[in-house]
């Protein structure tokens, strides 16, 4: 009977295959892809580079559903979530306090949107609240009333759980003062309404009279837009300070630094670990030549130093040891080794111990020989990073003095010329002239999206080619620029980005008359 012929199975023993780093790698990559991307879409359909017909971003006319050929109306901003008008606080404080007060009154005015901007929209749904709060002062007890009047002289009503009320209030002043808090739920627009102070008594005057009218104003501008129509986003309190954080010019630098900054941190951990194998490899040949020359078989100096400690290289020399027990040959193991690190410095000496190894060297000779010329490599790479770690110092100062420069002309420079508004005539239409140069109006927030462009791409330049003089690759380069580009979105958010320079309108103000008089008795309807 003819035997059966024998069948050979290889088995890789050097399983399992867990090195995800790629795959990790390739995930990162495509995950900042998508969101760097979409960031830089943000920025892009939010900036003038696309126009529209209406005016409004392009993003606006998307999620708003506004058809762009057609100019948009308040009704049309209030019935998108994102376009809505809240009201702003404007606050009148009486400068010095009125003395002597029998009776005294000044006018003033309230600002809100006028017919022509509302269109159909309801004004009933913009309640514009008025508060007063005084302090009146007397040796004495001293009745007094204070009145809000409208543009014809009568007390203001309105009705709540059916009861009616006056715009007007009393109490007493006293020595330490005699307070009042009058609030009315909704004041109209207008031009003339007074607040005035009555001393009940008509033998006795009030000392002192201090105030202060607080009204919620409809400017008929967006929380989220500035006075451009360019996209600002939500305000955010950060420890009492205001800040824009998701103003279209921001989603420019967190596009570019989420592209490039989380798959560079993680290639560079990758790189600091494989490092960290290459600073002990030299250690471990030369260990494993002296166990050599000491007479043990390789299996045995192996198996020897898994138990000695090189710290990252701890796992690879464990394992090593492991497939020599397993009878697999030393060349092959240290071959699996070098594709596993897969550094040129490790597969350098690893072929150099092969080919001579095959030619039939003293392998403790080789050994010590590939730990001497590993160490020599590492040495003068350390010695290449304490060479250019000046230079690269040197870069960080120069993008560091570059960007307190625009900050401070971003802080002081613009602000102070912003406000100039000449016209062919100079001064005399509220310009300013230094000597024979008139200084003409100039558009703040297009200096600042122009000094913001310009730090971001410095900080993309000048990080980039400090990465690479210090270890030649560019994730190095990349991880240095993400710094660079936090440092100066941190910078333009917390000091430059002021409202004014961002194109946000203070709420108009209340504009009190210059005077003051002695108020007829109020009507009273």
């Known amino acids: 009977m003819a035997r059966k012929k024998k069948t050979r199975i290889n088995v890789d023993l050097d399983l399992p295959k867990d090195d995800t780093v790629m795959i990790k790698l390739y995930a990162i990559v495509g995950l900042t892809l998508l969101l760097g991307i979409s960031s830089l879409g943000f920025w892009i359909i939010n900036t003038d580079f696309v126009p529209t017909q209406n005016g409004n971003p392009m993003f606006i006319n998307m999620y708003c559903k506004f058809d762009p050929k057609f100019q948009t109306t308040y009704s049309d901003n209030q019935s998108c979530d994102i376009l809505q008008d809240t009201p702003s606080p404007s606050t009148w404080e ?117 105030f202060a009218i607080t009204i919620d104003v409809y400017d008929g501008i967006p929380d989220n837009m500035n006075n451009k129509s360019l996209w600002i986003g939500p305000e955010v309190d950060f420890g009492g300070i205001s800040l824009r954080p998701y103003i279209f010019l921001n989603w420019f630098g967190f596009g570019i630094f989420i592209l490039i900054y989380p798959a560079s941190v993680f290639w560079e951990k990758q790189m600091k670990a494989l490092n960290e194998v290459e600073e002990k490899f030299p250690d471990f040949l030369r260990d494993l030549a002296e166990y050599w020359k000491g007479g043990l078989s390789m299996t045995v100096a192996v198996q020897t130093l898994a138990n000695s400690e090189y710290g990252a290289l701890n796992h690879d020399v464990k394992k090593m040891a492991n497939q020599i027990s397993w009878g697999i040959a030393f060349e092959i193991v240290i071959n699996q080794f070098a594709d596993r690190v897969g550094t040129p410095l490790v597969k350098r000496a690893i072929s150099l111990i092969n080919e001579a190894n ?108 400090a990465g690479l003089m210090a270890t030649g690759r560019i994730t190095t380069g990349f991880k240095i620029a993400g710094q660079m580009i936090v440092v100066g979105i941190l910078g333009f958010n917390f000091i430059v980005y002021e409202p004014q320079l961002i194109g946000l309108s203070p709420p108009p103000d209340l504009n009190p008359s210059t005077g003051t008089y002695t108020p007829s008795p109020a009507y009273i309807p």
């Open 358 to 465: 095959r030619a039939g060297g003293k392998i403790s000779d080789i050994l010590v020989t590939a730990a001497n010329d590993s160490r020599e490599i590492k040495f003068l790479e350390a010695e290449r990073v304490r060479a250019i770690s000046s230079y690269i110092a040197v870069i960080w100062v120069s993008y560091m003095v570059f960007l307190l420069v625009i900050i401070m002309m971003g802080k002081i420079f613009i602000p102070a010329i912003a406000g100039s508004n000449a016209g062919d005539s100079g001064e005399e239409e509220g310009g300013a002239s230094i000597g024979n140069m008139q200084i003409r109006s100039i558009d703040a927030l297009f200096f600042i999206t122009v000094f913001y462009y310009g730090v971001t791409m410095q900080a993309l330049g000048n990080g980039t080619m």
């Open 94 to 210: 009486s400068v010095d306090p009125w003395r002597g007060v029998g009776a005294r009154g000044q006018d003033f005015d309230v600002p809100g949107l006028d017919n022509d901007t509302l269109g159909t929209y309801p004004r009933s749904l913009l309640a514009q609240q008025m508060s007063v709060t005084c302090k009146v002062k007397d040796s004495k007890p001293v009745p007094f009333t204070v009145e809000i009047r409208d543009p014809d002289g009568y007390l203001m009503t309105w009705y709540d759980s059916s009861l009616k009320h006056y715009s007007n209030a009393t109490n007493t002043a006293k020595a330490r003062g005699g307070g009042c808090d009058l609030v009315i739920p909704d004041v109209q627009p207008g031009e003339g309404y007074t607040i005035a102070f009555i001393s009940n008594d008509k033998d006795e005057t009030l000392d002192t009279v201090e």
